[in-house]
């Protein structure tokens, strides 16, 4: 997967809710572009937001891209994936994106990737609507590689309930979107020094190779057998809409949010099936789910404003500083001060 993004056929960028009909399909060539070696910085258009999108191209097609934006409006992004779709490794430092799948029934017809999160995934020969907010500032990791790169290595059998093992084996046709949980220090450590690599030249490509083959390493370690057991997706498509309804709900109060039984009754579901839909939809709970979205808050407020940590413990709805930095430790394992400090 050389090259992912520039001028790619496809995949289309919309913005639909913008008012001007003309204006709501974005073309690739509004971006602006800098080469450099092995590297590719794709600039996004002022219509879109600030932001862009770096591209490494390691040995053998591996490719880290680097996504860093904040959006004017909530963009979509409709994505046509190829037969020879890579294996992919995904990062939220923050942000998040709603994905909307069709014509398969090996993959959730609606998932969610959120902040704080890593997934490893191969969909080939699918259809999907990415949908990203404008709401907070996005920060992606994400690492390509063609499935040929693992050739080579002592895999073992086949076997029955291990895609991954499958796929590298030979099965080009598998299909799978694996939530792997929190990224871990070893993530986060490893994250950190792809964004702040100190070589150039060889040493560089050899050094960002070796990183992103220890995220591989790292991610494969999180799965097991228990990873790969088939969910079944029992609630109907007009309750997960109701769920998402308690989702947009939640953001709008999460300075005073209701109970589950409040949130529950304003969107016509009872609490079994709103905690089933957070389960199914975010692999969270209700409370999960703003707790992970306020630390997501915390962290671009410490990052891009001069708020000291106690206002940004306010501005995310903790009365009490000291629960805040509990809770800050507890998702990126750095207490909020090391972290506004260090970026």
């Given at each position: 997967?050389?090259?992912?993004?520039?001028?790619?056929?496809?995949?289309?960028?919309?913005?639909?809710?913008?008012?001007?009909?003309s204006?709501?399909?974005?073309?690739?060539?509004?971006?602006t572009?800098?080469?450099?070696?092995?590297?590719?910085?794709?600039?996004f258009?002022?219509r879109?937001?600030?932001?862009?999108?770096?591209?490494?191209?390691?040995?053998?097609?591996?490719?880290?891209?680097?996504?860093e934006a904040?959006?004017?409006?909530?963009?979509?992004l409709?994505?046509?994936?190829?037969?020879?779709?890579?294996?992919?490794?995904?990062?939220?430092?923050s942000?998040?994106?709603?994905?909307?799948?069709f014509?398969?029934?090996?993959?959730?017809?609606?998932?969610?990737?959120?902040?704080?999160?890593n997934?490893?995934?191969?969909?080939?020969?699918?259809?999907?609507?990415?949908?990203?907010s404008?709401?907070?500032k996005?920060r992606?990791?994400?690492?390509?590689?063609?499935?040929?790169?693992?050739?080579g290595?002592?895999?073992?059998?086949?076997t029955?309930?291990?895609?991954?093992?499958?796929?590298i084996?030979?099965?080009?046709?598998?299909?799978?979107h694996?939530?792997?949980?929190?990224?871990?220090?070893?993530?986060?450590?490893?994250?950190?020094?792809?964004?702040?690599?100190?070589?150039?030249?060889?040493?560089?490509?050899l050094?960002?190779?070796?990183?992103?083959?220890?995220?591989?390493?790292?991610?494969?370690?999180?799965?097991?057998?228990?990873?790969?057991?088939p969910?079944?997706?029992?609630l109907?498509?007009d309750?997960?809409?109701?769920?998402?309804?308690?989702?947009?709900?939640?953001?709008?109060s999460?300075?005073n949010?209701?109970?589950?039984?409040?949130?529950?009754?304003?969107?016509?579901?009872?609490?079994r099936?709103?905690?089933?839909?957070?389960?199914?939809?975010?692999?969270?709970t209700?409370?999960?789910?703003?707790?992970?979205?306020?630390?997501?808050?915390?962290?671009?407020l410490?990052?891009?404003?001069?708020?000291?940590?106690?206002?940004?413990?306010?501005?995310?709805g903790?009365?009490?500083?000291?629960?805040?930095?509990?809770?800050?430790?507890?998702?990126?394992?750095?207490?909020?001060?090391?972290?506004?400090?260090?970026n």
């Open positions: 997967m050389s090259n992912p993004l520039i001028y790619d056929t496809n995949t289309v960028i919309l913005l639909p809710n913008h008012p001007l009909k204006q709501r399909i974005v073309n690739w060539a509004e971006c572009i800098e080469n450099n070696n092995q590297e590719n910085i794709i600039h258009p002022p879109l937001g600030k932001g862009y999108n770096r591209q490494i191209s390691l040995r053998g097609g591996l490719t880290i891209e680097i996504i904040q959006l004017k409006e909530t963009m979509y409709q994505r046509k994936h190829e037969s020879n779709f890579p294996l992919t490794s995904h990062f939220y430092l942000g998040m994106s709603t994905v909307e799948t014509n398969t029934s090996e993959i959730k017809p609606s998932y969610i990737e959120s902040t704080g999160k997934y490893l995934y191969h969909l080939p020969d699918l259809r999907e609507v990415e949908k990203w404008c709401n907070t996005i992606v990791i994400s690492i390509y590689a063609p499935v040929d790169y693992f050739q290595f002592c895999i073992g059998e086949k029955n309930y291990n895609p991954i093992l499958n796929l084996n030979g099965d080009r046709t598998s299909k799978f694996l939530p792997l949980g929190e990224n871990n220090p070893e993530i986060l450590k490893a994250l950190s020094q792809i964004y702040q690599c100190p070589y150039h030249g060889l040493t560089k490509q050094y960002l190779e070796s990183k992103a083959l220890e995220l591989f390493a790292l991610q494969f370690n999180c799965c097991d057998s228990s990873t790969f057991t969910q079944k997706l029992s109907k498509k309750d997960l809409e109701r769920v998402e309804y308690a989702k947009d709900i939640l953001i709008k999460s300075l949010p209701p109970s589950l039984t409040e949130l529950a009754r304003k969107v016509g579901l009872n609490d099936k709103l905690k089933q839909g957070f389960k199914q939809l975010f692999s969270t209700v409370f999960g789910y703003l707790y992970n979205y306020r630390m997501e808050q915390a962290q671009e410490l990052r891009d404003s001069n708020l000291s940590v106690a206002q940004v413990a306010l501005k995310v903790y009365s009490n500083p000291e629960a805040f930095s509990t809770a800050f430790r507890r998702k990126f394992a750095q207490s909020p001060k090391s972290y506004q400090l260090t």
